[in-house]
């Protein structure tokens, strides 16, 4: 069984995760260039580090999560910042949508799961999805290395799902990934 995050929801919004992950550069590299912002999924959703951006840029968003800790968390937030376009799923496993998902993000979650390369074929289904995983890479924070899935390999299972893939250099201890199938899912960077 791969590594599982066993640390609190607070840890999930450290000021330390700011640092390495800011959410700013998310906003500006990854969500501005999505085309179309109906509905976005954020799979291992925690307290919503990145669902309540996300709840910023796209009509509808679904937080899926594993974790009832975290879930709670999250619904708290939501409820504090007055946020209602956030629907919250208990899951372990991808959820069956009946209608289009624009968007589909994966951010440290995919080394935690059993089938991580099922994950992408049910992921194929959305016009995007971007996947932030750590740089499999000695450092003092993350996951055990063991545990990281290796940039090279998440690129190529994500080329066997997507007929365009995108590498962005956007973080220092992270690779960020996105895959689509229409040449017009993406908005042209400036």
Known sequence: MPHRFSGKPEDLKSEKRKKILPVDVFEREVIRR????????????????????????????????????????LRGELEMLKIKNVGIILSE?????????????????????DDWKGFLKWASKAKVVCIIEWKKIEMDYGPPVEERI?????????RENFRFTERLPIYSHHYTLMGYNEKDALNKPD
């Open 150 to 158: 290796d940039e090279k390999e998440m690129e190529n299972a994500l």
């Open 93 to 113: 496993t991808p959820h069956e949508f009946d209608f289009p998902v624009d968007f589909v993000l994966f951010s440290n979650v995919l080394h935690e799961v």
């Open 34 to 73: 999505v085309q179309s912002r109906e509905n976005a999924v954020d799979y291992g959703a925690g307290p919503g580090y990145f669902t309540i951006p996300l709840a910023k840029h796209f009509k509808r968003v679904y937080a899926v999560e594993a974790n009832r800790e975290m879930i709670e968390a």
